[in-house]
């Protein structure tokens, strides 16, 4: 399994966390398998769909919930990028 496409420094940083330099073939696989499963479920933990602020504050509130907004896209981004380069 050769990787041919270019990845994001965001990607490439979670794929230099998880490879060694003896791992090939299906580890790399598997690693990545496991880093897109754990960038998923850390976006639901940390940064859920629905999540709203409720301080009082309106503008407090929206950007809070516009920061989590982009916290979970970029989670996802990273996942679905080192998914499809698979």
């Known amino acids: 399994m050769t990787d041919t496409t270019p990845l994001s420094p965001a990607a490439q940083a979670v794929l230099d966390a998880l490879h060694t330099e003896n791992s090939t073939g299906p580890e790399r696989y598997w690693a990545r398998a496991n880093a897109v499963a754990a960038l998923r479920a850390a976006a639901d933990l ?11 504050n309106l503008e407090w509130d929206a950007g809070m919930e516009a920061r989590t907004d982009d916290i979970r896209e970029n989670l996802l981004t990273i996942a679905a990028e080192l998914e499809g380069a698979q």
């Open 46 to 56: 940390v940064a859920p769909d629905d999540y709203k602020c409720y301080t009082g």
